[in-house]
């Protein structure tokens, strides 16, 4: 995990991505760092990756206002 950004940030989307992967597997960001790391991700990178997976579809529900829609 790289130092930039936000440090606050980066933990609440670490911490959200651990939780939705034991709370919830199958959502997509779960499904997501499964995928990863059955392609060879060890298991922080994968949820590093998650997190960067949740930051943008964060960012899009931002930019068009639209509420989360799981699919």
Same mark, same amino acid.
């Given at each position: 995990?790289?130092?930039?950004?936000n440090?606050? &940030?980066?933990?609440?989307l670490?911490?959200?991505?651990?939780?939705?992967?034991? &709370?919830?597997?199958? =959502? =997509?960001?779960?499904?997501?760092?499964?995928? #990863?790391? #059955?392609?060879? &991700?060890?298991?922080?990178?994968?949820?590093?990756?998650?997190?960067? #997976? &949740? =930051?943008?579809?964060?960012?899009?529900?931002?930019?068009?206002?639209?509420?989360?829609?799981?699919?």
């Amino acid at each position: 995990m790289t130092r930039k950004g936000n440090r606050r &940030l980066r933990r609440v989307l670490y911490v959200a991505v651990v939780n939705m992967c034991n &709370l919830r597997p199958d =959502a =997509a960001v779960s499904r997501f760092v499964a995928r #990863k790391k #059955k392609s060879g &991700l060890n298991r922080k990178a994968a949820i590093v990756a998650g997190c960067a #997976k &949740l =930051a943008r579809i964060i960012h899009s529900m931002l930019r068009h206002g639209t509420a989360y829609k799981e699919i």
